[in-house]
């Protein structure tokens, strides 16, 4: 008899861990709080325009593409994507725009155009993060850690010693560029995963070198076909998604997960799989005190929190051809922005932010003759209880912002031209996808909160519960999220022998 596996929630995690399962006959079933899949992969439509609600820069596209291919498709039957050149433009406030390049002869023009030095200096900076992306791929990111000898042993703690750690990516990068814009262009992808340049790990160096040597790319209708082409493949393989139905609790006896309960009905599976934010799950689901471990609701307060996002989703009555598709706009001082966001906890005086336009290169997202536009702005999660959201707040947040938007050049006429808008604060991620503390990324990636230190993929406290997602291991981003539910679909079939 085939073995039962509830999924909780269908967000990529559980999407792509539930397909995995699939593909070794088990037998499964997903339950979604939310009438649609996605969780922060969603999508917003109104008025023609359609947006990303969450993730929208796709690295390392065989990640994505695995997933089908291990289910005998063709991925680009279900995602098709075409690679972006340029990845994005980058603005500095003094005017200067650095256009970033895969091509090689573009890229070592624009480095050589700032000096000869820096120029060698990126390239061994190309040189050396690769590296440490080998041992960090090989020896932490697609390794599961079960019990402390699978992180306390002489490989991995050789591998860590490579990986370089205790500098911050800002420092580790400053040791090989001169130029300060140079610098913010290698920094600022921290941001990416919800934590600072200036004391993030420097292992998180390799977002840029992975966008550079693996490029960026876009999924035509945006980063929601991946969700659609996951659920679609889910169906035709035989699985069920309950829609609109909350998991309340997660059923554990003699501890060992024994399925849900949710809208007052039992779920009986052999195993559990959460794809909810861990550390709701562990407030939230877990019920039995014993079972939580060391993840007691105090723990779970006092653990560290990635930034979360004020979002704003504009339709636009004109098309804006100064724009690239991803675009990067830099704060006057970007120290001080980065200080309050993560020290001051505030909304950020003179904000940096980025611009996400697919329908400068999709006519599926917009009607003809029209721009969308997503609008991201880092903030600081809730549980400083440092910025109120209500609607004042909100509102006055919204004109700062357009009013910073209005001083770029090409974009001055942008607040006449808004048909369409809808905001999201750091309050929707944590109502509308249980983002603990509306902290978008989950848990921050500092070094006692990865690898070993990161909550496990399977569950410490009770057997047959297992965890996917951004808070748990390997962390944050979509392809590490990918990552992490096939470590799940590994560690269920160590179980099951």
């Known amino acids: 008899m085939k073995k039962k596996v509830i999924v909780v929630g269908a967000g990529v995690g559980g999407l792509s861990t539930a397909i995995r399962l699939l593909c070794k006959g088990y037998d499964v079933e997903i339950i979604e709080k939310e009438p649609i899949a996605g969780g922060k992969m969603h999508q917003i439509e109104g008025k023609g325009f359609k947006f990303d609600v969450g993730p929208t820069i796709i690295m390392m596209p065989h990640l994505y593409k695995e997933v089908f291919e291990l289910a005998g498709k063709n991925p680009d039957d279900y995602i098709p994507m075409k690679q972006l050149d340029p990845i994005y433009t980058l603005n500095f406030p003094d005017g200067d725009r650095h256009v970033m390049s895969t091509d090689l002869y573009k890229l070592t023009t624009l480095l050589e155009s700032v000096s000869e030095e820096d120029t060698l200096g ?53 040791k090989f560029v001169k130029d300060d814009k140079l610098r913010k262009a290698l920094a600022f992808q921290t941001l990416y995963i919800g934590i600072s340049p200036y004391n993030g790990p420097s292992i998180y160096t390799i977002i840029p070198m992975i966008e550079l040597l693996y490029g960026v790319w876009y999924m035509e209708g945006g980063m929601y076909t991946m969700t659609k082409g996951l659920e679609k493949l889910f169906k035709e393989l ?72 004020f979002m704003m989703y504009l339709g636009l009555d004109k098309k804006y051809p100064d724009l690239s598709v991803h675009n990067i706009m830099f704060a006057k001082n970007f120290d001080k922005n980065i200080h309050d966001i993560f020290e001051a906890y505030k909304f950020p005086e003179d904000p940096s932010f980025y611009l996400y336009s697919p329908s400068r290169i999709d006519a599926t997202v917009a009607p003809e003759g029209k721009e969308n536009l997503y609008v991201l702005v880092p903030v600081p999660e809730l549980s400083k209880k440092s910025i109120k959201w209500n609607d004042e707040t909100i509102q006055r947040y919204r004109e700062k912002l357009l009013n910073r938007i209005s001083e770029i050049e090409g974009l001055e006429d942008i607040k006449e031209n808004i048909v369409f808008e809808e905001i999201f604060t750091p309050n929707d991620f944590k109502d509308r996808f249980n983002a603990y503390n509306g902290a978008t990324f989950g848990l921050k990636p500092t070094l006692l909160q990865s690898n070993y230190f990161r909550p496990h993929n399977k569950y410490d406290y009770c057997d047959n519960l297992y965890f996917t997602g951004s808070s748990v291991h390997p962390g944050a981003g979509v392809p590490i999220v990918l990552t992490s539910s096939k470590l799940v679909v590994e560690e269920i079939e160590k179980d099951n022998g």
């Open 122 to 174: 990126y390239y061994e900076y190309l040189a050396d993060t690769y590296k440490r992306y080998l041992v960090a791929k090989d020896q932490f990111i697609e390794k599961s850690f079960r019990k402390k000898r699978d992180f306390y042993n002489p490989n991995s703690m050789v591998g860590a010693m490579k990986l370089k750690t205790f500098n911050s990516a800002y420092q580790s990068i400053s």
């Open 238 to 309: 035989g699985g069920t998604i309950q829609y609109n139905i909350e998991v309340d609790e997660i059923l554990v006896k003699d501890k060992k997960a024994y399925g849900v309960r949710a809208n007052a009905q039992t779920y009986e599976s052999d195993h559990v799989v959460c794809n909810a934010d861990f550390p709701y799950a562990m407030k939230h689901l877990i019920k039995e005190q014993s079972v939580k471990g060391k993840y007691t609701d105090k723990k779970i307060d006092n653990m560290e929190y990635s930034c979360s996002c």
